[in-house]
């Protein structure tokens, strides 16, 4: 399965995901190697199956609309990289 | 024998007779500790303090003549389960100073059963792969050969376990990473039925596939352990609802009648020829305690790695795309935007393999390939699940080796990943259709442990269970331990 440097670049900037030039070259030859591998399921005669997406069948839990105790709020900002006050602070997302 | 390498069910004996105290126990194996894990290294982080706290509150209880089933029993989690105020790696350095809020629902139900936490498992990168290489701080060392690696990703768990770091572990199985790290390590693993343990509290890696369960040196801890973790919680939305059995009641060692199939597919290519001896072995010895054996078929079993190998990939990159460096974790704080920091983030905090499972997840979900791959891994995933279920009518188990091959050595596998995706092909099938599965220990080849697996029909963990411990009341490969130290 061919897949060039561009798709995986463009693959890398879909995920937000800086990658190296070393790394484009090794990420584009391991995975058409493991592309490769799934080429057998192209095989599998699949018309009519419906697709399982968890393997045990359930429906949608419901439960009470009921009020419980967040977590308190300087613990929660005590694992963020960067605050102030109250708040994440981010580098700019708007550029000018 | 020393008490570091005792069972729970020894242990508790032992404890509830006085015979020797919870601090005696406790310190015993974080003797071990000092003495073999400069060479094993199967730990992240080392809780001593909390150890010798929970031994002497369960030596306080004990004299005042309370107990509960884990009462003064040390134990490891893996890492990639949140334990409220230690921190919880994922063998990441995105997440190497993260200190959870709140416990993980198994580690909050077995803290209710009061054993003794001796720290967090080292384990592969977010739970992906299958040597434990892939962990970002250091890998772990195989108890019976260290110059081999334990298996993956509950590498440091099981290794743990077998070389007497604590008496059982928690580790997390979504391709395999129970049962594979147990085989390689020659003790025994159980991945539950999908949704009979919560998942809440365990870092998403594949949440259609994940399941924790127990690493022990035997079935009757593994039932005892499972007693404990398994139960419906209202914060996993996929948890079963319902009350669960007492599952050492399960194991009476009695199985005669029972129908076991073995499946041809996994004694295939590739399969060493000492592990297919001691798995045919393994299969007489469960003729000759009553069970009638008989050879079938599962055809899509070639299948499962590559649907594996697709949906997991895809359900990771959704996962982890959390991971942006503004809410918890690594952050690359030094970029110009929000973006840069975003991909720099990134680009720092994961490790090679957790990148490759990204993009290919990427990939497989991406505008003009969804049908062809992931759409068509989900389909295929039903066929795979009715092909177990129809097995499952005419048998009540299924019996097959839990690797193609005995440990592999540190470094064997590391540039080749399709070859380290092969190391899984035996143990995959069994979460893509959520069914339960044991590995237990059925021999060695050149001093290195064989695993053999018992799979059922979903929420037939009493019926599994009880076939493993009918082996190894006929056995005693699960009593070996590895020279160390």
Same mark, same amino acid.
């Given at each position: 399965m061919p897949l060039t440097r561009e798709e995986v670049v463009r693959l890398a900037d879909i995920y937000h995901i800086q990658l190296s030039e070393e790394e484009v070259a090794k990420m584009q030859h391991d995975m058409e190697n493991i592309l490769e591998q799934f080429e057998s399921l192209s095989q599998l005669n699949t018309d009519g199956v419906e697709p399982t997406s968890h393997a045990v069948p359930m429906a949608t839990v419901m439960r009470k609309d009921e009020p419980v105790p967040s977590y308190p709020h300087d613990a929660v900002m005590g694992n963020a990289p960067d605050t102030e006050g109250e708040f994440f602070q981010v580098r700019t997302v708007l550029e000018d | 024998m020393e008490h570091y390498n005792i069972t729970i069910h020894e242990a508790r004996a032992l404890l509830e007779s006085r015979q020797i105290s919870a601090t005696e126990l406790t310190e015993s194996v974080l003797g071990r500790i000092d003495s073999v894990e400069p060479q094993v290294q199967a730990y992240v982080t080392l809780t001593e303090d909390v150890a010798r706290e929970a031994a002497a509150a369960a030596d306080k209880d004990l004299s005042a003549g309370t107990t509960t089933p884990l009462i003064g029993v040390p134990m490891q989690i893996k890492d990639v389960m949140s334990t409220k105020g230690i921190r919880t790696t994922c063998s990441s350095r995105m997440l190497e100073n993260f200190v959870p809020l709140y416990d993980a629902t198994v580690v909050e139900r077995l803290y209710a059963q009061g054993p003794v936490l001796m720290g967090k498992g080292n384990m592969d990168e977010f739970a992906m792969g299958s040597s434990t290489e892939n962990s970002a701080f250091h890998p772990t060392h195989n108890p019976w050969g260290l110059d081999r690696v334990p298996g993956g990703s509950s590498g440091g768990s099981a290794a743990a376990v077998a070389a007497g770091e604590c008496l059982f572990a928690l580790g997390s199985d979504t391709g395999g990473s129970i049962r594979q790290p147990a085989a390689l390590c020659g003790v025994t693993g159980l991945k539950p039925t999908y949704g009979l343990v919560s998942r809440f509290g365990l870092v998403a890696f594949a949440s259609s596939l994940d399941q924790i369960g127990p690493l022990t040196k035997d079935v009757e801890d593994s039932a005892l352990v499972l007693n404990a973790i398994a139960g419906y919680d209202p914060?996993?939305? !996929?948890s079963i609802p319902g009350e669960r059995p007492d599952y050492t009641k399960a194991l009476t060692g009695d199985i005669k009648g029972l129908r076991l199939g073995i499946p041809k597919e996994y004694f295939?290519?590739?399969?060493d020829p000492a592990v297919d001896a001691a798995l045919r072995q393994g299969i007489k010895t469960l003729e000759d305690a009553g069970a009638f054996v008989e050879e079938c078929s599962l055809?899509? !079993?070639?299948?499962a790695l590559a649907v594996y190998y697709i949906i997991a990939p895809s359900e990771c990159s959704t996962n982890l795309?959390?991971?942006?460096?503004?809410?918890y974790g690594f952050s690359a704080?030094? @970029? @110009? !935007?929000a973006w840069e920091t975003q991909e720099r983030t990134r680009a720092l905090g994961f490790g090679p393999e957790v990148k490759r499972r990204i993009m290919l997840g990427t990939y497989a979900l991406s505008a003009g390939y969804y049908d062809a791959y992931y759409l068509k891994a989900l389909k295929v995933r039903t066929l795979i699940k009715q092909e177990f279920e129809e097995a499952f009518q005419r048998f009540d188990a299924l019996i097959t080796p839990t690797t193609p091959t005995t440990a592999f050595r540190i470094g064997e596998k590391t540039n080749d990943p399709v070859s380290m995706y092969r190391s899984d092909v035996l143990t995959i099938p069994v979460n893509i259709a959520g069914i339960p599965c044991v590995s237990i220990p059925c021999g060695f080849s050149e001093g290195l442990p064989i695993g053999m697996q018992v799979m059922g029909k979903a929420l037939s963990e009493e019926t599994i269970l009880n076939i493993a411990y009918t082996y190894q009341q006929a056995t005693d490969w699960h009593t070996k331990r590895p020279t160390l130290g």
């Open positions: - | 914060r996993d939305s !996929t295939g290519d590739g399969l055809p899509l !079993t070639s299948y795309s959390r991971f942006d460096g503004v809410k704080g030094d @970029a @110009a !935007t």
